[in-house]
């Protein structure tokens, strides 16, 4: 089954609007991580850690991040990493200027 894409990054931006009280406090955190370089994002739409300090970090963000992909995969019956993908997209297009990117053919690019 194909995902359809801009109904797919609405259900998923309305996802992760709801996954936490705290949203706007875990973005800006995760925003100025990326900014300082200390947090990468990959291009399967989970985030990298790229210093050690941020690893705690990465892992809850990551964890998050799964658990919507996981449970919007089983609604639209596609595998949760075709739904990472999708959502890896949308982060590189709303990421602050200087976030770096893991690539699929494992280069960093910087934005």
């Known amino acids: 089954m ?3 894409g801009m ?3 609405r259900v998923l931006l309305v996802a992760l609007a709801f996954t936490s009280i705290s949203a706007a406090s875990w973005a800006q955190d995760l925003d100025a991580l990326r900014s300082s370089g200390a947090v990468g994002e990959r291009y399967d739409g989970l985030a ?3 210093d050690a300090s941020a690893a705690s970090f990465v892992a809850s963000v990551n ?3 799964s658990k919507i992909y996981q449970e919007r995969a089983a609604k639209e019956g596609v ?3 075709q739904v ?3 959502y890896g997209k949308e982060i590189r297009g709303k ?3 200087g976030t770096w990117f893991l690539l699929q053919d494992g280069s960093w690019a910087q934005k």
């Open 2 to 4: 194909v995902l359809h």
């Open 7 to 9: 109904k797919m990054l």
């Open 48 to 50: 990298v850690a790229r």
């Open 63 to 65: 964890a998050q991040r």
């Open 79 to 81: 595998p949760a990493e």
């Open 84 to 86: 990472g993908m999708v």
């Open 95 to 97: 990421a602050p200027a």
